[in-house]
């Protein structure tokens, strides 16, 4: 048999039919929804008198538009408020299981679904979201869709698709002290630029990788979008299964057993053949942010802004000097020392316990700078339970750090939390576009540690030299 | 998805070219959360004046082409933004049809999608059909997708040409999701399979 990678395989076994034109009927074990692109799939559906072909398959939570400061007054937003009450009538119309707002389980969609073992290895998983990709942590096939396709799956828990083509991502090696899973991302998305992924599926492998806990492989998974890619995975391990053990919705007992033996068998074959090789050494990641407005412009933390002028490429020096403006940067000046306004820790990339205890290290026993908004948004209810119990919360709230609810919050300009025009933003979400955090705002994409080190030291800092 | 098969309608010209997705729908109705009820903001710019009165003037404001379901247009119609609203908002207005010399491509898909049958024909004949169309209640035009043929009010035939495979779907009433459905079998075969081999696959229940 031909050898095949790990992508291949769960692809193979999703197929359920492949049309004349290439196209395949793709199967899809589970379907995510949340507020913002479900209601004109479910208008589709009544519309034409479907049902969901699955409910049992799929999991709606609200997060995009939520509010993550006091959630017992009303949503203030008429347009966000109609947004979660139209999801709340769908899924009961619908009989779609559904974390509501005031409940302990929710959180942003992915983090809920691996935290509550809802995503799995081996599984094709959905969702209207290009950070569906996360899940891929897993060992999962997982990728973000449109709202005809999420209509799609509803009525068919199907999707038309075509493969995509492999790549490889190798980090070999040991990571040095203070590097986490976002600098190795950082790093990468650096390397093979926002465009190096497009067309592929990344599989990230190495030694640096399989040494990652899940919420680092969810992190480097996360933005694989931001690498072009169409998704991301890891294979599955011990690492892997460990973590899904004993979640609420994971198989159990022999089941469980049964699962693993599956899971085992999905790793990329020897010899078996990628599009694109791409390696990196883990030695030469440092903690790393973004300067610009694009997830590619990576800097370590020691290094200097770069300067357009010695960009000989006429239309892409032209962009620099943009971004530089945009971002109230000098061409040639040292990042590190560049005071900020807002720190955001949290988002679908970094706002796991692991992200907050790597920030609560750096803060513990120090205080916010003057004029500094610094906010923990944790990912769901359980994050910021677990949070709790393990007195973060109380490291936070001491050191002067908001303490908030569950939600996207400031991951983009849709909620109550945003930038003001011209603000500076250390943040550990997985977007820098101009206005992405409110209009006007600056992002400087970073690790939690860093996130927190710029907190208390009001300006861009290297992590290690405060732990 | 509503089958189309023939449609004997008023036609309604608007001569002009590049009628783009924020004309046909402007982008601050966007921000909800359907698809139906999009036909009252359809052609906004040129339907309402700027204090939210009917443009007595246009034409989709007058009778008897305030009822319809064919459009005529010129060159490059549906261009701009790619949002699957500008189809919707036609639909909901009532259009079934809509006749140019040439489409945007995501555009002409998305009618496709969405039931609604675009014509490409050259600009000669949009013109003659835009000259049937302002002879008031008699400005119908057939449609007769089996035969592939617009036939004018003096009983003229225009043929013109589609990919079977759309034409196919159209006739059926079916949309993407029609069209899965009809390996609903295999799509079951599949489902027991898995069922079989990994009899261990959660479900997501909650009390
Ligand atoms: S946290 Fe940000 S990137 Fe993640 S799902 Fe929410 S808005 Fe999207």
């Given at each position: ?467 | ?18 009628i783009d997705t924020d004309k046909i729908i402007p982008a601050?109705f966007l921000?909800?959360?359907?698809r139906?009820?999009l036909?009252?903001y359809a052609f ?33 119609l549906g261009c701009g933004s790619s949002r699957e609203h500008a189809p919707w908002a036609l639909l909901d207005f009532?259009i079934?049809?809509v006749?140019?010399?040439?489409f945007a491509?995501i555009f002409f898909n998305n009618c496709?999608k969405n039931?609604i ?91």
């Amino acid at each position: 048999m031909v050898p095949r990678t790990l992508f291949d395989k769960i692809w193979d076994h999703h197929v359920v039919e492949t049309l004349p034109d290439g196209t395949s009927i793709l199967y899809i074990d589970r379907h995510l929804l949340h507020e913002v692109t479900s209601p004109q799939a479910f208008e589709g559906l009544r519309l034409a008198g479907r049902r969901l072909r699955h409910p049992e398959m799929t999991m709606a939570v609200v997060d995009h538009n939520v509010p993550t400061s006091d959630r017992t007054q009303p949503i203030e937003e008429p347009e966000s408020r109609n947004q979660i009450e139209t999801l709340e009538r769908n899924v009961k119309e619908f009989g779609v299981p559904y974390f509501p707002l005031l409940s302990a389980s929710q959180g942003i969609v992915h983090v809920v679904g691996p935290e509550q073992g809802i995503s799995l290895p081996g599984m094709t998983i959905v969702c209207g979201d290009s950070h569906t990709s996360t899940h891929g942590a897993m060992g999962a096939l997982a990728f973000g869709i449109g709202t005809s396709e999420v209509e799609h799956v509803m009525a068919t828990q199907t999707i038309l698709q075509r493969p995509a083509k492999n790549m490889r991502v190798t980090v070999e090696g040991q990571l040095a002290p203070g590097v986490s899973a976002k600098d190795v991302m950082l790093s990468i998305i650096g390397h093979i630029g926002t465009a190096g992924g497009t067309g592929y599926v990344i599989e990230f492998a190495g030694s640096a990788i399989r040494g990652l806990d899940m919420a680092g492989r969810m992190t480097i998974c996360n933005m694989s979008i931001e690498a072009g890619a169409r998704a991301g995975l890891v294979a599955p391990d011990d690492t892997t299964f460990d973590y899904v053990r004993n979640r609420p919705f994971a198989p159990k007992g022999e089941g469980f057993e049964h699962a693993v033996t599956f899971w085992r068998t999905l790793v990329t074959d020897e010899g078996a053949h990628f599009d694109k090789d791409v390696a990196l050494r883990a030695e030469d990641i440092a903690p790393s942010l973004t300067w610009g407005t694009s997830p590619e412009t990576v800097l370590p933390i020691t290094g200097n802004v770069p300067d357009p002028a010695q960009e000989p490429d006429e239309s892409k020096r032209a962009q620099m000097q943009r971004m530089l403006d945009y971002m109230g940067l000098e061409a040639g000046q040292k990042i590190a020392g560049t005071p900020v306004d807002v720190v955001f820790i949290g988002s679908c990339t970094n706002s796991r316990i692991e992200d907050l205890r790597a920030a609560a290290q750096v803060a513990a026993g120090r205080k916010v700078a003057d004029g500094v908004r610094a906010m923990i948004v944790p990912g769901s209810g359980l994050v910021k339970r677990q949070a709790e119990e393990e007195g973060l919360d109380q490291i936070f709230l001491d050191a002067g750090f908001e303490w908030r609810e569950a939600g996207c919050s400031m991951c983009l300009g849709m909620n109550p939390d945003k930038l003001t025009p011209g603000q500076r933003c250390a943040s550990t979400s997985n977007r820098n576009f101009e206005g992405r955090q409110g209009p006007g705002g600056r992002t400087h994409l970073l690790s939690p540690a860093m996130a927190a080190a710029a907190a208390v030291t009001g300006c861009l800092t290297d992590a290690r030299e405060l732990v | 998805m509503e089958k189309f098969t023939t449609l004997s309608a008023v036609a309604a010209a608007l001569p002009e070219d590049n009628i783009d997705t924020d004309k046909i729908i402007p982008a601050r109705f966007l921000k909800t959360t359907q698809r139906t009820g999009l036909g009252k903001y359809a052609f906004d710019s040129m339907r309402y004046r700027p204090d939210g009165s009917e443009n007595p003037d246009f034409i989709l404001n007058r009778e008897p082409w305030r009822k319809a379901e064919i459009l005529v247009t010129y060159d490059n119609l549906g261009c701009g933004s790619s949002r699957e609203h500008a189809p919707w908002a036609l639909l909901d207005f009532g259009i079934r049809c809509v006749i140019a010399p040439s489409f945007a491509d995501i555009f002409f898909n998305n009618c496709f999608k969405n039931g609604i049958l675009p014509i490409a024909l050259p600009r000669d004949v949009c013109d003659q059909l835009m000259s049937d169309s302002t002879m008031g209640s008699n400005a119908r035009l057939t449609i007769d997708l089996p035969r592939q043929v617009v036939i004018r009010p003096d009983g003229e035939e225009v043929p013109f040409e589609i990919d079977p495979f759309r034409k196919h779907m159209l006739l059926e009433g079916l949309d993407d999701i029609g069209q899965t459905l009809q390996h609903d079998t295999e799509i079951k075969t599949f489902e027991q399979k898995v069922d079989g081999e990994r009899p261990w696959m959660p479900t997501i229940t909650l009390d």
